[in-house]
């Protein structure tokens, strides 16, 4: 094993690193700490916190990549393309692969096909699947009880899981609070305690039990059927967890510097700054966004063409094209964001205590930084966070019109785009278009409840 | 009012300039023709004549900016910059990679365009506004609750889904109209009303949630407290007085998306096969056609462009304060 970093890895675990660092510089200012106590009482904000936290596990553990073989550096390129460790955990499923087309939990194919019988003939019918169901003696009388039996067992594991999980958390409660853990158990139950645990405990109850069953029967079927080429489409989208991610949290790399920057500077030199700044924005903004990423994604293209060697490797040149999709994304992305931080930080410059640091001599860049910024960081982080269900959501539009990630990166829009004449046929392939549904759906409506309640909290004008 | 019309239609003039200059450098400079050209002809197997043919019968095989080799005027004239770009302002869109004339498609494909953009936008508009004063009368009970649960619901799911199961469910299941396709003549109806419910579904969960806010922050002021002590009903209070007031955001938001109507919609159109603007556009990126891509580019910044200044105009014809210096 030869851990490897791709790009992306990198950069995801810097925005991780960046948060964390953010949220410990917030912990000690009282002014940042109060809106937060807001969100932390808001059930919905804290149950999507719940939810996005799953998630986030999920793509950390699948931005861990490495070559699964010690001779990594010697062997051919492409036979042994780098893994990452969600991969290697969830190693059956990428491999249990069939033929075309089953259902979700189907023991036999889509398709007929031609079978040998014991006579020596042949006769028309549906063939056995080579991974799901193949436990099964006789799928059509055992393959109910044994979907059930297999599905409770999971969620008692997952049940299990969540217990130790609960009493966890409970006994680290009780000694925080230094309480008899007897009555922490019995407030958390009744709803009692300033941070809603118990229904946040209940959406982990819920996801572990579901995350159980998922996984036990995942073992023996294909718990959201296979692909046009057999894959598991389960895997897909718990893949496409990492790429929807890092869409939605890479952009911000480049939106918050330019915006930052360029936003303070107009507002606060005024001037010829100002209007370069503002012409440079509205010259962008007017630009059909769809088209801008078009062109810049054809370009990337041309260029990946161009130079060939410098792509060897196909994960390589998948990884680069998503991050490149980030930046271009970014480009897009900072004008909004750019304008409220003018119009914030020109009312700001004509408040008194801004006056008076600048008659006490203070500089240009001290004024910025110690008066400004501090003052409308809460405008950044409203945007940050409501912009990423957004950039979630556009990632699948791009893929669709082909100009989202790489054809070869699990991306819901690469799966919804590959399945939506899938629905035409007799019967219809109804279960990718389902899955990617599911996921992404439950992804961004968890963000799109916290940034509600981050937005409440943190807006002066909406809070009280 | 006539002085700043003039000041702001030549404030355009550079904003053109800048997105002409920017597609340029796009699509000629850090994309050179040679490198559209492999794209076009396939990247193996391509001999310099092969790129050489293709470039001359595009024009692309001219100086970027500076034609030393011309005489007098041709030296600018004779440029890629001068053939390609500078038409744009006046238009002139010239042939697609393919060779069609652009300009004449522009001209044909945006009336499908329109069919199904302008119903859509009056008719969203229409839906959301109406829904958003319903929430706004129920305010403070379970009902605003659960219908801002759900707007925020029917906002977290992709516009891709909407058209999918749209199309699976009207089309496949009900067989009630058309999957997808167009006609222009009077049988229009039957393939524009299902791109036209979709759109206005799409649109609701955060179309309802933005009015609500505007309304919600009218819905406290003195004007509105007066008109319920003189003993208005809440309707009339809220669809007359309300609604009247909070037509400033609402308007700003509808007239600068007016003239992007002729563009259409990208998805609509491309999944209802609709030979609009946008199914144009979406061929376009995916043949990788950069002079359709090109000018689309620049056909959308001006229609935005003017929107902006529609803008402008239309605050003085619903607020009567507003005056534009």
Redesign the interface.
């Known amino acids: 094993m030869i851990p490897t970093l791709f790009w992306t890895d990198g950069l995801f675990f810097l925005v991780l690193a960046m948060a964390g660092a953010l949220v410990l510089v917030m912990r000690r200012r009282e002014h940042f700490r109060r809106p937060w106590r807001t969100v932390s009482r808001s059930t919905p904000a804290m149950v999507s916190l719940v939810v996005i936290a799953v998630y986030l596990a999920v793509g950390i553990v699948d931005s861990v990549h490495f070559f699964p073989r010690a001779d990594a550096a010697g062997s051919a390129a492409g036979a042994n393309e780098p893994i990452s460790l969600l991969d290697h955990w969830l190693g059956g499923l990428r491999t249990r692969t069939e033929k075309t087309y089953s259902e979700p939990f189907a023991a036999y194919a889509y398709a007929k096909e031609h079978l040998p019988t014991a006579d020596g003939g042949q006769r028309w019918d549906y063939p056995r699947l080579t991974y799901g169901g193949a436990h099964l003696v006789d799928p059509e009388s055992e393959r109910v009880r044994d979907i059930a039996v297999t599905g409770v067992r999971g969620a008692g594991q997952g049940g299990l899981m969540w217990l130790i999980a609960a009493a966890g958390i409970a006994a680290l409660i009780a000694r925080s609070r230094r309480e008899p853990i007897g009555r922490v158990v019995h407030r958390v139950a009744r709803g009692q305690t300033p941070l809603p645990w118990r229904a946040m405990l209940l959406t982990l109850l819920l996801l572990c039990v579901g995350g159980g069953a998922i996984a036990e029967w995942s073992a023996h079927y294909h718990v959201f059927g296979t692909d046009k080429v057999g894959a598991d489409v389960l895997y897909q989208t718990i893949k496409s967890i990492r790429t929807g991610l890092l869409i939605g949290t890479l952009t911000t790399f480049v939106t918050l510097p330019l915006a930052l920057v360029l936003g303070l500077a107009a507002g606060y030199f005024r001037g010829w700054a100002d209007d370069l700044i503002q ?1 440079l924005y ?2 962008l ?4 966004h ?3 990423i ?3 994604i ?2 990337t ?3 990946m ?2 130079h060939e060697e410098a792509f060897a490797s196909l994960a390589l040149r998948a990884d680069l094209r998503l991050l490149f999709l980030c930046l271009i994304l970014g480009l897009t992305n900072w004008t909004g964001l750019c304008r409220l931080l003018r119009a914030e930080t020109l009312k700001l410059r004509e408040l008194e205590y801004v006056q008076a640091a600048r008659a006490l001599g203070v500089r240009d860049h001290g004024i910025l930084l110690r008066h400004i910024l501090p003052n409308v960081f809460h405008i950044v982080l409203i945007s940050v966070v409501l912009d990423f ?1 957004g950039l979630v ?1 556009a990632e ?2 791009l893929s ?4 989202g990630v790489d054809p070869t990166t699990e991306s ?1 829009g690469n799966m ?1 785009n590959s399945a ?1 004449l899938e ?2 046929r007799e019967p ?1 392939v109804w279960w990718s ?1 389902a899955a990617a ?1 599911v996921f ?2 439950t992804l ?2 968890a963000a ?2 916290f940034a ?1 309640a981050v937005r409440d909290a943190l807006d002066p004008r909406r809070a009280e | 009012m006539s002085a700043y019309l003039i000041r702001r239609l030549l404030y355009a003039v ?2 053109l300039l ?2 002409n200059i ?2 340029f450098l ?2 000629f400079v ?2 050179t023709p040679d ?2 050209a ?2 076009q002809l396939g ?1 193996k197997r391509v001999g310099p004549e092969a790129i050489r043919d293709w470039k001359h019968e595009r024009g692309y095989d001219l100086p970027l900016l500076w034609n030393e080799g011309a005489e007098g005027t041709a030296q600018v004239t004779e440029t890629i910059f001068y053939q390609k770009s500078v038409g744009l302002f006046l238009f002139r869109f010239g042939r697609s990679d393919q060779g069609r004339d652009i300009g004449a498609d522009i001209r044909t494909r945006m009336w499908p365009s329109l069919a199904i953009a302008t119903p859509s936008l009056v008719l969203g508009v229409a839906v959301n506004v109406s829904l958003a004063l319903l929430v706004v009368l129920f305010r403070l009970t379970y009902l605003e609750f659960w219908g801002m649960a759900l707007c ?2 029917l ?7 909407y058209i ?1 199961g749209g ?2 469910l009207f089309g ?1 299941l009900l067989q009630l109209v058309p999957i997808s396709g167009y006609d222009g003549g009077r049988d229009a109806w039957r393939f524009l009303i299902l791109p036209l419910t979709i759109s206005v579904i799409s649109g609701i969960g955060s179309g309802v949630r933005w009015y609500r806010t505007l309304f919600l922050d009218e819905v406290e002021k003195d004007y509105v407290r007066t008109a319920r002590a003189k003993g208005l009903g809440e309707l009339r209070v809220l669809f007359t007085h309300v609604l009247r007031n909070a037509l400033i955001p609402i308007l700003t938001g509808i007239v600068v998306l007016l003239p992007l109507l002729f ?1 259409g919609s ?2 609509n159109e ?1 999944f209802f096969a609709i030979p609009g603007l946008g199914s144009y ?2 061929d376009a ?2 043949q ?1 056609d ?1 002079a359709i ?1 090109r000018s ?2 620049y056909l ?2 001006t229609l ?2 003017l929107g ?1 200044l529609l803008t402008d105009i239309s605050y003085t014809l619903v607020d009567p304060r507003v005056r534009l210096h």
């Open positions: 012409y509205t010259t903004n007017s630009i059909p769809v088209l801008l078009a062109a810049a054809l370009l293209q041309v260029y063409a161009k269900s959501l699948a539009v669709y019109i082909n100009i819901w919804i939506r629905l035409a219809p278009l549904f992404m759906f961004v409506l799109n409840l509600d | 550079p904003l800048g997105v920017l597609t796009l699509f850090v994309n490198d559209m492999r794209m990247q925020v619901a906002m977290s799911v992709s516009s891709l889904f999918i199309q699976y496949k563009t990208l998805l491309s556009t979406i990126i995916q990788q950069f891509v689309m580019v959308g910044s935005y462009i902006l």
